[in-house]
């Protein structure tokens, strides 16, 4: 199906470049053979000095579907995201990075649910089956929080595992734009306040290698600055978390800031290590307090099993 210059398209899938002439024509190819067909392929590129703008346009001529602009200036990585999401014009939004490439029933995997269920502000996927029961699975925030700190782990994930309503999208902010840590940021305040409705998992190929900008030694302290986030998160009063499963949350908490800084030792990365403790915003008072050893079950933050989807949303929702 091609969309019309004024039809709004069910989906806009954006995609962000800088410098990626290597993998950039693998990763629009897997989009515009989705199975489903109704979405916009919005690419934005952040001045690439390489032959990325060559292949893009090459495509673009090619395919009335896609709509190109490049930046006036070099905005970043999410600066470039934030960008590319004022341009969408579908219900839904969908990043896809330019070095990844998306299974061809992606969109629709997460589309068709994520419609179904309106609770739900947007979709996660990730690269594996979720524990804790069949998907879709709706997470209110203290579900999404228990999955978070007392499960398997939920903030992990970036931007291009989540399929969002455009319209909550933009209402959160959208991505913010402070380093490669700005998905965190994101997963912290959005779980917070909204639901999130968890989808089948592996839907796309996320490739790993050296130009990730990832793996810079600046990312890696971004990283480290990121952590004061959640432990603020943990001790304000908008954290879904009450009681005991707070002071657990706390204590699994502290002890991955911990185990992440020896980690870092060990890699003799001492100023790294050094920063993940200084940046973690934890007081003396409560690093005695909470560091104790780690107590995490995988099923945590899964809907009570027996009880229906309306019965579990409301329980959780009045916990």
């Known amino acids: 199906m091609t969309q019309g210059a004024d039809e709004t398209p069910r989906i806009s899938v954006l995609l962000t470049s800088y410098n990626r002439e290597n993998f950039i ?21 952040d001045r690439s000095s390489d032959g990325t703008v060559d292949v893009i346009n090459d495509y673009a001529r090619r395919d009335s579907r ?18 590319a999401a004022s341009l969408a014009r579908g219900r839904f939004l969908k990043y896809h990075d330019s ?4 299974y061809r029933h992606c969109l629709a995997t997460m589309v068709e649910p994520l419609e179904a269920e309106p609770r739900a502000a947007f979709a996660m996927s990730g690269p594996r089956s979720w524990p804790g029961g ?22 992990h994930l970036g931007p291009a595992g989540a399929m969002f309503r455009t319209q909550v999208f933009r209402d959160l902010g959208g991505f913010p734009a402070a380093g490669v840590a700005s998905d965190y940021m994101f997963w912290l305040k959005a779980c917070a ?66 185990r992440g800084s020896f980690r870092r ?24 307090r909470y560091l104790r050893p780690p107590r995490r079950s995988a099923t945590a933050g899964s809907p009570t099993p027996g009880r ?8 959780a929702a009045g916990d």
């Not at 070095?99 to 998306?102: E, S, Y």
């Not at 209110?140 to 007392?150: C, G, N, V």
């Not at 060990?266 to 940046?279: D, G, L, M, T």
């Open 134 to 155: 069949p998907c879709p699975m709706l997470l209110t925030p203290r579900l999404a929080y228990e999955r978070e700190y007392l499960g398997s782990g939920l903030f």
């Open 25 to 45: 024509a693998e990763a629009i190819e897997s989009v515009l053979a989705q199975t489903e067909t109704d979405f916009e392929l919005v690419i934005c590129d």
């Open 193 to 258: 306040t909204v639901n999130v409705l968890l989808v089948p998992g592996d839907l796309f190929y996320y490739r790993v290698h050296a130009g990730q900008e990832a793996a810079s030694a600046a990312a890696e302290l971004q990283y480290a600055q990121a952590t004061a986030a959640g432990w603020t998160m943990l001790n304000s009063p908008a954290c879904p978390l009450r009681g005991p499963a707070l002071e657990q949350a706390k204590r699994n908490f502290v002890y991955t800031v911990v």
């Open 308 to 315: 229906g989807r309306d019965e579990n949303v409301m329980q």
């Open 265 to 288: 030792v060990r890699r003799r990365r001492f100023a790294s290590a050094a920063a993940v403790i200084k940046y973690s915003s934890v007081g003396p008072v409560d690093w005695i």
């Open 99 to 102: 070095d990844d490439v998306m």
């Open 66 to 83: 896609i709509r190109f602009s490049i930046n006036e200036r070099n905005l970043g990585d999410y600066g470039n995201r934030r960008q």
